[in-house]
Every structure is written in structure tokens, then in C-alpha cells.
């Protein structure tokens, strides 16, 4: 069965500290792919970023960094240099390759004061 | 290039009673998928629509109907409203059904059932 646990409910930082949000995952599928979503007050959720489970490779974007580690069944997000504009919920997700479904984690919710 | 759309934005209902959900998907776009997310929760998935079809259905009643149309917007329909259906309806669209495309968000539709 397919699970995503994002064990942080709420983190609050100030505003240029690092801040890492976790997500834990579970498939018996050997082909998969993870997204990480933000979803600010407006409501919209916002895509950010696509893994399939056979590039384990790190990826950087500006301040954004995830780090998908397989044997560990983990794929965590980091926001380097935090602002308040990157305040909001952010989403762990999965989906199999044979499912048309994608399974969200509960959010963890980001509060980065000034 | 125009986005997800969905209509309406907000929407006040009274139990038992019928509503009807709108979504355009992404220009390109081919597949449209329907999300419940209650108020601090993560995004439920409700169904998929791809070539006019249902794909796939989420752990949801028959309540909850959709429909989509040749120029591939779709439609949700939710009969005999409960209290417990209040929550943000989200529309996601992907080019192609499969697990690994990326999901593209609306903006949602705030129902509330009083």
C-alpha cells in the first residue's frame, strides 16, 4: 500500500535560517515518483518538483535542495536562507507507475517570521 | 498559457441538496483528476478522468459523480450533501494518466454545507 508520513505538523523558523522538511514514504512499487508541492494562504497548490525512484540524484534549485535517499525511504526538502514569502504548507506526494492516483502526506505547515 | 481553472471559486450549500463542480485544465492538458482536502489535511484523491473515462476512484462514495467533456474540462457532482463534505475541492490536470505525470493545480473550490 501506498503511504507518505510527514511527521512535522508545524515548524517556525526566523527569517535566513535553514530549514528542512521531512517526508517518509512507502510503495511496494519498484518504479515510482515523489512531488513536493507548496500551498500558500491562497489555496493553490504549487508544484515544485518531480523525482522518479531510479534518480536518487540531489537536486538544487535557488535555495530549494531535496535529498531522495531510497534506503531509507526518504525524500526531504530544504529551504536555505528562509524568507517569509516561503510561509505555507508544503506536501510530500507519491504515485506508482501502474496508478493514476497520487497519495499527499498531511503537510507540514511553515511559519518563517522576520 | 492559461492555467487550471475551477469554478466557482466559493459555494454555500444545505444538506441534502446537489452541487456541480467546473474545471479547464492546463492548455495541452488531457487529464483531469479531483481532490478533496479538509480543513488541515492533505489532499484526497476522489477520481481521474482520461479520454472522457473514469480511470480510477479514490475511497468515496457514490455520491460523489464526475463527467468530463470532449474538450477534456470535466465536471464533479456531489449529491445528497453532508456536513462532513465541506472542504476545498481541488482540480489537477496532467498531460497523459499515468502515475508519474505531474499534476498541475487550480485554485479550488471552497464548498461549505450547512
Known amino acids: 500500500a501506498q503511504k507518505v508520513t510527514q511527521a512535522q505538523t508545524e515548524i517556525s523558523v526566523v527569517e535566513k535560517e535553514d530549514v528542512t522538511l521531512d517526508c517518509v514514504y512507502e510503495?511496494?512499487?519498484?518504479?515510482?515518483?515523489l512531488f513536493w508541492y507548496k500551498q500558500p494562504p491562497s489555496g493553490e497548490l504549487v508544484f515544485l518538483i518531480r523525482?522518479?525512484?531510479?534518480?536518487?540524484q540531489n537536486e538544487i534549485s535557488g535555495r530549494y535542495s531535496w535529498n531522495f535517499q531510497k534506503s531509507t525511504s526518504s525524500f526531504n526538502f530544504t529551504i536555505t536562507a528562509s524568507q517569509v514569502v516561503d510561509s505555507a504548507v508544503y506536501f510530500c506526494?507519491?504515485?506508482?507507475?501502474?496508478?493514476?492516483?497520487?497519495?499527499f502526506g498531511a503537510g507540514t505547515r511553515l511559519f518563517v517570521k522576520a | 498559457d492559461a492555467g487550471v481553472t475551477q469554478s466557482p471559486t466559493h459555494l454555500i450549500k444545505t444538506r441534502g441538496q446537489q452541487v456541480t463542480l467546473r474545471c479547464s485544465p492546463k492548455?495541452?492538458?488531457?487529464?483531469v483528476s479531483w481532490y478533496q482536502q479538509a480543513l488541515g489535511q492533505g489532499p484526497q484523491f476522489i477520481f481521474q478522468?482520461?479520454?472522457?473515462?473514469?480511470?480510477q476512484r479514490g475511497n468515496f462514495p457514490d455520491r460523489f459523480s464526475g463527467h468530463q467533456f470532449p474538450n477534456y474540462s470535466s465536471e464533479l457532482n456531489v449529491n445528497a450533501l453532508l456536513l462532513g463534505d465541506s472542504a476545498l475541492y481541488l482540480c489537477?490536470?496532467?498531460?497523459?494518466?499515468?502515475?508519474?505525470?505531474?499534476?498541475?493545480f487550480g485554485p479550488g473550490t471552497r464548498l461549505t454545507v450547512l
Open positions: 492548455s495541452g492538458h488531457d487529464t
Open positions: 489537477a490536470s496532467s498531460l497523459g494518466p499515468q502515475g508519474g505525470d505531474t499534476q498541475y
Open positions: 478522468y482520461y479520454e472522457e473515462e473514469e480511470r
Open positions: 510503495t511496494r512499487d519498484t518504479t515510482y515518483y
Open positions: 506526494a507519491l504515485s506508482e507507475r501502474g496508478g493514476f492516483k497520487t497519495i
Open positions: 523525482r522518479n525512484s531510479f534518480d536518487e
